[in-house]
């Protein structure tokens, strides 16, 4: 893990230095394993100096500013706390356009809305059009990188990088592989094809700037063997090149039960996954929440991340993940946060937070806000492989910043005046966290979201240095 703090020297050839000025939290070890009260930095008045979309050096502003002369723009957030760009590590864009639909079984909430949504996605300007939203929805919460699944089309795989590139946001998606026990228009007409597909799309899409690839098989029962097989032989090849692997594993009772009784000779729904490869240490799986000790040992050890999705556990409720086996001395985890939109019922990682509260409070044990913003920052990056690049405010860092507006409502302010401590005011903030919580979003140094512009969301190719 990279622990350096001391500033990177500016490149005279780079484009110009810029300042972002204001409160700042950033987190520098996992409040999970070491003492809270020392897992992150806290500058009342800090600075970020950022070039070509890189963070130089950070800290307080009057240590800081001696060392830029030369530094003439700075933003200045007053009554703000400026954190890193939040980390969604699991989200559906496709259900978009079906999120909030009344479910009164997980079954058929997918069959009357889930499926015949995802099915349009054949279509390009449909893709297109929700793509678009997609991004404005998360960039206004200030998620600056999402973890996503797409669907079974080439277009909707295509939308969503094609509108990630405009804003220059790290994005990580794939084409879904699914071939068995759907809809037969949302179903892969091919398992090899699917592959081919796949094969395709990664060679376009991994690395082209801040995109990444991931291999997504829906989740075991929807793949034959065979895509299982053929999909953990393509990760297997491409896993020294930080491709992923995303799933779904442990959500619910009837469903792992299904699992195993489409794959009888598996230990475990882990092992379903693990005999076709498909677990490795760029593997993340959503929602985690009915797990064998077996299970967390295996995760553990392959150095998976663990996608806790609160809002979605609550909203279907199916089953709760439980932090602390997750994250037990034994076989600890590494845990981000995900808003499993749609199911999930909100796009503000930060309210997710408020609702991991209460799901934890469900299984009698209560997660303070330290921890909750290091899953929603630092802990996200780590769970996705990216903890040296994203999710901190230090040198060498992308910087991707959110922007907490602590006035952002009347009562929200005047709430705020009795919270003493930095653990109290986040765990206000995650409890109450209004719609325009987030004043400014920064996507590789550009202020791609800004509430009081007048067009709030700007691509990053249309804004200055
Ligand atoms: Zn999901």
Request: net charge negative; aromatic share 10%.
């Amino acid at each position: 893990m990279n622990n350096n703090i001391s500033p990177i020297p500016a490149n005279p050839d780079g484009g110009p230095l810029k300042g972002v000025r204001g409160a700042m939290l950033t987190f520098r070890d996992d409040p999970f394993r070491n003492p809270a009260e020392s897992s992150y930095d806290y500058y009342a008045d800090g600075l970020a100096v950022i070039q070509d979309g890189r963070i130089l050096d950070a800290g307080e502003y009057n240590d800081v500013i001696p060392s830029y002369p030369g530094l003439r723009e700075i933003e200045h957030h007053e009554d703000a706390l400026i954190m890193p760009g939040f980390i969604d590590c699991h989200a559906h864009y496709v259900q978009s356009p079906m999120i909030g639909s009344y479910g009164d079984t997980l079954i058929n909430w997918l069959n009357r809305y889930t499926f015949p949504t995802e099915a349009r996605f054949r279509d390009k300007d449909f893709a297109d059009e929700v793509a678009r939203m997609f991004f404005r929805q998360t960039l206004s919460n200030g998620t600056t990188t999402a973890n996503v699944f797409s669907t079974t089309f080439e277009a909707s795989v295509n939308a969503l990088f094609e509108e990630s590139e405009r804003y220059n946001a790290r994005t990580i998606t794939g084409k879904v592989l699914q071939d068995r026990n759907l809809p037969d228009n949302l179903k892969d007409p091919s398992t090899e094809g699917s592959l081919l597909l796949t094969e395709k799309l990664l060679a376009k899409w991994h690395r082209r700037g801040r995109q990444l690839y991931a291999i997504i098989p829906r989740f075991a029962p929807t793949s034959t063997p065979l895509q299982l097989k053929l999909a953990g032989e393509l990760y297997q090849r491409h896993l020294g090149e930080g491709v992923y692997l995303h799933s779904h594993l442990d959500e619910a009772e009837n469903e792992i039960e299904w699992a195993l009784s489409l794959f009888p000779e598996a230990e475990d729904y882990t092992d379903i996954y693990d005999r076709f490869g498909l677990i490795g240490h760029h593997t993340v799986m959503a929602h985690c929440c009915i797990v064998r000790p077996r299970e967390w040992k295996r995760l553990s050890e392959a150095g998976c991340g663990v996608a806790h999705c609160p809002s979605s556990n609550l909203f279907l409720g199916d089953g709760e993940f439980k932090y602390r086996e997750a994250t037990a001395e034994a076989h600890p985890c590494n845990v981000g946060i995900g808003t499993d939109v749609g199911a999930g019922t909100s796009y503000s990682v930060i309210r997710q937070l408020g609702e991991a509260y209460k799901v934890a409070m469900l299984g009698g044990n209560p997660l303070d806000a330290i921890r909750g913003f290091y899953m929603a920052t630092r802990g996200g990056a780590r769970a996705l492989r990216l903890e040296d690049t994203i999710g901190s405010i230090r040198p060498g860092y992308e910087a991707d910043l959110a922007v907490v507006d602590l006035k952002a409502t009347e009562f929200l302010e005047w709430r705020l005046q009795f919270a003493d401590t930095i653990p109290e005011k986040l765990f206000v903030l995650q409890t109450l966290a209004p719609d325009n919580l987030i004043r400014a979003t920064y996507v590789a140094g550009k202020k791609v979201f800004d509430r009081q512009r007048a067009h709030s969301l700007v691509y990053s190719s249309e804004l200055p240095l």
